[in-house]
């Protein structure tokens, strides 16, 4: 069975621009979470939805949005670019609300690099 | 505010030895607590999920143990070797925190051969 799935593996973008990535949940997930793992920082919370709708966010700034499709994937969308956003993107999915164990698995990520 | 605090932050041992590796957490009202796997660049590997009404969780050579009422989680590796060599991260899914699971800053260990 396929874990999670995250694309593009590395990514380099330019101070102002705009950047997507994208997650595939395990099968049978509903829920999928971003978290920010900036150097030095540790790992930070972004996003979680499930079922197709916003359920929190974390402490970031309204550049950093994103979706999530029918299918349960989801693309995290970054805009105006900063310097201080180069980090490690992970996605997380779990069976989603209502049927959760709370246990969450993590993809490989997206390394994003602002120049 | 929940706040999670691993110790120690960088562990060094010879390949063969049992370690613990230690998690604190200020806010006792978790939903769950569950330790992964870091490799370098890479993303997270789920080791153990340990619910708030379990005291401990085995998975081959790790256990992990939870005890709510001081805030604290252990990680025990017995027979360390070469391959355990990560970065271990704890985590809690505070009890009102709606998906936000909060991290501790890690382990990062290294077994020698």
């Known amino acids: 069975e396929a874990g999670v799935t995250q694309s593009p593996t590395h990514l380099i973008k330019t101070r102002g621009q705009q950047a997507t990535l994208r997650c595939s949940p395990i099968?049978?997930?509903?829920?999928v979470y971003w978290y920010q793992q900036a150097l030095g920082l540790g790992l930070q919370f972004l996003l979680w939805?499930?079922?197709?709708?916003?359920?929190n966010r974390g402490n970031f700034p309204p550049r950093f949005s994103g979706r999530q499709f029918p299918n349960y994937s989801s693309e995290l969308n970054v805009n105006a670019l900063e310097l201080e956003d180069s980090a490690l993107y992970l996605c997380?999915?779990?069976?989603?609300?209502?049927?959760?164990?709370?246990?969450?698995?993590f993809g490989e990520g997206s390394r994003l690099t602002v120049l | 505010k929940q706040e999670v605090t691993q110790i120690p932050a960088a562990l060094s041992v010879p390949e063969g030895e049992n370690l613990v590796l230690n998690c604190s957490f200020t806010?006792?009202?978790?939903?769950?607590l569950q330790w992964f796997r870091q490799d370098p660049g890479k993303g997270l590997t789920s080791l153990l999920l340990?619910?708030?009404?379990?005291r401990e969780q085995t998975s081959g050579r790790l256990n992990a143990s939870l005890d709510k009422s001081s805030g604290r989680s252990t990680l025990y590796i017995a027979a360390s070797q070469p391959g355990d060599s990560a970065t271990y991260l704890c985590?809690?899914?505070?009890?009102?925190?709606?998906?936000?699971?909060?991290f501790g800053k890690g382990t990062k260990l290294s077994v020698k051969p």
């Open positions: 939805y499930d079922e197709g709708e916003e359920r």
């Open positions: 985590a809690v899914l505070h009890g009102g925190s709606q998906g936000n699971l909060i």
């Open positions: 099968s049978g997930h509903t829920s």
């Open positions: 806010d006792s009202a978790i939903y769950n």
């Open positions: 340990i619910q708030s009404s379990q």
């Open positions: 997380a999915s779990s069976l989603g609300v209502g049927r959760d164990t709370g246990e969450l698995f």
